[in-house]
């Protein structure tokens, strides 16, 4: 009987490094750190898929209006050469102002891949947490879990060894969730 006391003692003890409390904690804070870094970084995405947004229809109002004073001139041009020509020096301007919203669309464009790898990262590095959370969380249970079956062994008591597993899934839950937007952010990015 003390041997068998010993083994499970030894099985249950809830101050090995695996299932110590200041593991826990340190798990906790990273993942909560993740979870804000991941916020923050979703954020800044958003922001700038909804400017790289706004500078290619800035860039498409443009170049339509472009076209438009390049239309005129063509009209114009067997008449009144000199209103041709005015026409054009509009044109000139308006089509650069739209190259310039362009290029502004397409360098947002890049910044957005960046963070968006940034995103995904940060999403892999708080899952990894996560599975590590709920791998402490069943260790520590079933280290609870022996340790009441040692005390009852102990006592010489009838024991279920069910009744003693304990829960199997309290993990640290996550204190946000942001799937849904990480997809559709990616849906704006590659729209």
Known sequence: MKRLIHIIMGL?????PETSPGIEQRLREAQQSLEAQWASTLAELSAQVSERNRRRAE????????????????????????AAREHLVQWARVYQAS????????????????????????RRRLDESRRNAHTLSARRNAARAQQRLADAVAAGEDHDPAACAG????????????????????????G
């Open 59 to 82: 860039a498409m109002r443009l170049d339509a209006h472009a076209q438009s004073m390049r239309e005129s001139a063509r009209a114009a041009l067997p008449h009144d050469e000199s």
């Open 167 to 190: 829960p199997t899934h309290d993990c640290i839950a996550p204190s946000i969730d942001l799937d849904q937007e990480l997809s559709r952010l990616r849906d704006e990015l590659n």
């Open 12 to 16: 249950g003890r809830e101050d090995s």
């Open 99 to 122: 190259q310039d919203a362009g290029a502004q669309a397409e360098a947002l464009d890049r910044q957005c891949q960046a963070v968006e790898l940034r995103a995904l990262d940060l």
